[in-house]
């Protein structure tokens, strides 16, 4: 199975492409990430959820089409908690008499889960009408229609004739374990990497679950405002996040759209009585306050609400227990949202991207490098950005600046957000695609060289420009916010943390020359290549000494190449530039 996976994900020769005048190569529709149906072969798709139509008109789509695609779909969705033992088959049946069910699946988390979409909204409304509010013993329900239900049997035992074992969709990422033998039995450090990538990203219904997640906290925001949406943001659609990660959501109260469908005429102009506070600020504040203590009282599934206000940006933190996510509620931080359209936009534009940046993130992960709790870390965002910078840098470059994508936007793209140019294409189409063919090996190499000597002492980061530029100002790392031009997104990472990661970067780099001498066989059972990475490194006394011993073995073969006057040759037939592995 992973292997016919990874080989979807593999490049095809630039000439295979036959798109009439669209210069789009093939491997940028095989990974256009967050559409429906597109990472996964039809057979690779879990049951119950293949999607129908062409590929291309598909993959084709804006972000924003997709993310109103996946929006629409939520609200035709429920999620009900199932007893373990019952009949697939009755089960949809009694479902069916609200209407069609156009898609479900099943997944386990603290019991048995079914997300049903119906192909129509009305029969969520006709579900909900036949649904009733728990009565308990010692308990008192607070009652709220919501999409989240629990299913009862009236009688069991009718039922047990007819189980079948229920197909559950995975919800997590690979264990360590399995990873390792996936990596080790890869063929390649390419394969190595799309393999970390289709073993970790989102799947289809993990997407699906991540919007029906959002929609059912709209429909409690919905009670104060009942023109809000919740919209997903971050790494759950921006195509670079892992099985497990955040569910960041944004509570937009922007009218606009709305008002735009909406004809004024005549001179008057009617406005809502509103109370006033004196900033944005504290307006945010007061809306989040009442999410959240709405999200308490009333949210099904939702605990541990905190109402993290005064942080630079507010925002109400829970968990999700039903879909089993952990959530951050924020609003006003609208450029996040194009910061979010940014990254996706990269992800599609070239397979390679999300192939170099789910193995950047793993290595950092493994390093500890990057950590769930706030700190001096370096952050996924910013690892992210350093990915796509790097890739900008190679000769032909892989990714376009932002300032080229900016200068292909056209009208409809326009957007100034708090007095900052947010604008670029956001149609894929428009943007050539890249002369580069290095292979996924070369660029992990070549990435953790780069950034292992990068001189961040003086230079910035800077993919609006796609060049170093002077640091102006000393935090240790300084990589400039793509719209905000004067705030460095990594202000946050101190020098020691900053050094580790040129120190594992160094080391990693080396690692990896080192591959190209000797690969050990798949049967022998060592990690290699990107497994070989993932081990944990410099803070480890055993891998430590292992590595002293492989580098003074270095040392030996080098000086009897001397002695044998063969230096010259075993650079120039290695053709690799020498990587300098101390810190
Ligand atoms: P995960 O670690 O997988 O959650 O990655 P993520 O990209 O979702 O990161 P995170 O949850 O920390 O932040 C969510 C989104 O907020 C990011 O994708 C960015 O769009 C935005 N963001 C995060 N950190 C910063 C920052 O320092 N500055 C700016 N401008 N935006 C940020
Ligand atoms: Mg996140």
Redesign the pocket.
Known sequence: MAARGVALLTRVPLCAQGRGQIHRPIQRLLSCPGTVAADLKKEDQPSGNVETGSEDRILQKRFSEVQKERREQAQRTVLINCPDKMSEKKFLKYLSQHGPIKNHFFYENFGLHAVIEFCQKESVASLQDAACTPSLRREAAIPFRSRFFNLKLKNPLNQTSEQSSIQCCNQSPPSSKKLFELLCYADSIDDQLNTLLKEFQITEENAKLRHLTCSLIEDIAAAYFPYCTIRP????V?S???LG??L?MFLDLDETERLASQKTSGNFLMEFQVKNVSSERIATQKILSVIGECLDHFGPGCVGVQKILNARCPLVRFSQQTSGFQC?LTTNNR??LK??EL?YLYGALDSRVRALVFSVRCWARAHSL?SSIPGAWI???SL?MMVIFFLQRRSPPVLPTLDYLKNLADTEDKCIIEGHNCTFTTDLNRIESSGNTETLELLLKEFFEYFGNFAFNKNSINIRQGREQNKPESSPLHIQ?P??TS?N?SKNVNQSQLQKFVDLARESAWILQQEDKDHPSPSSNQPWGLAALLLPSVSNGKSLAKRKKLASERVKNLLESIKSNNVENSINTNGKRRVSTQA
């Open positions: 943001f971050g790494s759950s921006n670079f996040g892992k990660c955040d960041d951050d450029i996040a910061s979010t990254l990057t952050t996924n965002f992210t916010n719209f905000e705030l997104i």
